[in-house]
């Protein structure tokens, strides 16, 4: 909790209905992840279900390192042909998101992981991120109004 409020408070941009979703996931999260373990605990077993966290945490992290240098060659490539890498970049950012997800212990972020490092699903979710993120900057005015006087110098004794 400490480190959620200062992070609200070193960045003053961050909007009420933002701050209410980060302290909402900072909560849900882990109560999913309790009531998942204990379902699936009590269908497989305890020993089972620590084996089956392992096992993803494994999986999931050689994938995303797959994933990664997949990227990271796409990335030079684009390089190499005078373009700009920007989705490689972007796709390398969001695979280390994933693989996060993926170390995180549960079977919910597991999920989410495995759903930002598979490339089909990758691609869907920063398409949609970026048409967000594009109506969100269409609604912004880049604009201030406000009104101007000019003062000439000698006006500046008079203040």
Do not use: C, W
């Amino acid at each position: 909790m400490i480190i959620i409020t200062l992070l609200i408070n070193f960045n003053q941009q961050l909007h009420y209905r933002q701050m209410n979703t980060v302290i909402l996931t900072v909560i849900l999260v882990p109560l999913i992840e309790i009531y998942l373990f204990i379902k699936i605990g009590s269908h497989i077993g305890a020993f089972n279900t620590i084996l089956l966290i392992f096992l993803t945490a494994f999986v999931g992290i050689f994938y995303a390192r797959y994933e990664g240098l997949n990227t990271f060659k796409s990335g030079f490539s684009q390089i190499i042909k005078n373009e700009t890498p920007a989705y490689e970049i972007i796709s390398g950012a969001a695979i280390t998101f994933g693989a996060l997800f993926l170390i995180i212990p549960g079977f919910a972020t597991d999920i989410i992981g495995f759903l930002i490092i598979f490339p089909f699903t990758r691609k869907l979710i920063l398409k949609k991120i970026s048409i967000n993120f594009k109506n969100e900057k269409k609604n912004k005015n880049d604009f201030i109004e406000g009104e101007f006087e000019d003062i000439d110098d000698n006006d500046d004794k008079k203040f």
